[in-house]
Structures are given as structure tokens and as C-alpha cells.
């Protein structure tokens, strides 16, 4: 079956700094990726995703690559903010068949900034 | 803006209690998940359902059941509360682009 596997976490950074989370996926058909984002007490909230090989998503200076050749879709910004303190999820969705768009997430990896 | 309501924020049960925990949403999407949360383990999916009265079991469906009587509402079930059933409960449901919306979750807490 489809799986994402996350980079171990917790990740901390201090404000400024560059980061990556990686993310690799392994999955039938031809999924739909996506980067979920949680805030402390809230439920899950889209910050970006693609549809199809080498699509870049963005969003808030939040960007990530979908490579079918290394199956993975890796998060990246440049520099970072005490308010993007947060736990990321990675996951994917089959978009066609009888898959009704199931997500399948990673573990989550729960980022840090300090200032 | 799409909006996904989940009746409560913290819930604490006892054990074998049945306990419902309802959802809504307001865009008239087909497809709605149930979720649960737990750390190292992510997102998994209990149930979802893709019209009213139709239901498919997600990944980790035991000690689960659900229900979908009005297109806005799904509904999950535990029949009989256990101490492994406290996790956050995250409902959402699903647009044509394939992307989801989800509640704010329930934290539920059985004793």
C-alpha cells in the first residue's frame, strides 16, 4: 500500500535559518502530494501541494518539489520565523478510482524556532 | 471559506461508554474523513464516507463504526469506549481538487 515517511523530528532551528524536512513516498498510481502544516490547538491546514511530477508548490515562502525519479517532495524555506512553530505533515492522495481521495500522512515532524 | 465544525474540543470518557462525535461541514462536499491523531504515528485513517449512507472502512476501523444521514454530517461511533481509544479525532472532508479541510479535532480522554 501507499506510505510517506517523514525525516525523524523534532527538528529546532533559531529565526533566520534555512530549513528542510524530507519526505519520501511510496505509492501505486500517480498521487497528489501534500504539505499540511498544525498550529498548537488547531486542527490541519493546507500550506501547499502538487499534482504532477516536477510541479513546485508554494506557499509563505514554504516551497517543495514533486521528484517521481527520487519519489520524494521535501519542504524547504529559506528563512524561518518564531511563528512558523508548528508541527508538518507530509502526505499524498491517489486521485483516481475507487480512492475517494484518502490521505496517507507521515509521522509529523514538529518544528521549533527560537529568536 | 470552508468551514468544518466538530461538536467538542475535549471529551473524557469512561470505559465502555458509547461516545459520538459528530462533524460538519458547510460546503456540500461529498467525501468526509475520520482521523485520529497520535504522536510518532501521524494522521490514520478510521473511516470515510463518499455520499450519505455510504461508508468504507479506513486503516484502523476496530472498535469503530460511523454514520452519514445528511450530506453534511458524518458522525463516528466508539461502541464501547476503551483506554486505547484516547487520541485526538480529526474530521475533514475532501473538495474536487483533492484537497482537504479539517476541524479544529476532539481530544478525547477515556478513564
Known amino acids: 500500500g501507499d506510505s510517506v515517511t517523514q525525516m525523524e523530528g523534532p527538528v529546532t532551528l533559531s529565526e533566520e535559518a534555512f530549513l528542510t524536512i524530507n519526505c519520501t513516498y511510496t505509492a501505486t498510481g500517480y498521487p497528489s502530494l501534500f504539505w499540511y502544516v498544525q498550529y498548537p490547538g488547531e486542527g490541519l491546514q493546507l500550506l501547499l501541494k502538487a499534482t504532477k511530477a516536477d510541479d513546485k508548490g508554494s506557499n509563505k515562502g514554504f516551497e517543495a518539489t514533486y521528484r517521481k525519479e527520487t519519489t520524494s517532495f521535501h519542504l524547504e524555506k529559506g528563512s524561518v520565523q518564531v511563528s512558523d512553530s508548528a508541527v508538518y505533515f507530509c502526505?499524498?492522495?491517489?486521485?483516481?478510482?475507487?480512492?475517494?481521495?484518502?490521505?496517507?500522512f507521515g509521522q509529523g515532524t514538529i518544528l521549533t524556532v527560537h529568536p | 471559506d470552508v468551514k468544518v465544525t466538530q461538536s467538542s474540543r475535549y471529551l473524557v470518557k469512561r470505559t465502555g461508554e458509547k461516545v459520538f462525535l459528530e462533524c460538519v461541514q458547510d460546503m456540500d462536499h461529498e467525501n468526509m474523513f475520520w482521523y485520529r491523531q497520535d504522536p510518532g504515528l501521524g494522521l490514520r485513517l478510521i473511516y470515510f464516507s463518499y455520499d450519505v449512507k455510504m461508508k468504507e472502512k479506513g486503516d484502523i476501523p476496530e472498535g469503530y463504526s460511523v454514520s452519514r444521514e445528511k450530506k453534511e454530517r458524518f458522525s463516528l461511533i466508539l461502541e464501547s469506549a476503551s483506554t486505547n481509544q484516547t487520541s485526538m479525532y480529526l474530521c475533514?472532508?475532501?473538495?474536487?481538487?483533492?484537497?482537504?479541510?479539517f476541524g479544529p479535532g476532539t481530544r478525547l480522554t477515556v478513564t
Open positions: 502526505a499524498l492522495s491517489e486521485t483516481g478510482g475507487t480512492s475517494y481521495g484518502k490521505l496517507t
Open positions: 475533514a472532508s475532501r473538495d474536487i481538487s483533492y484537497e482537504q479541510y
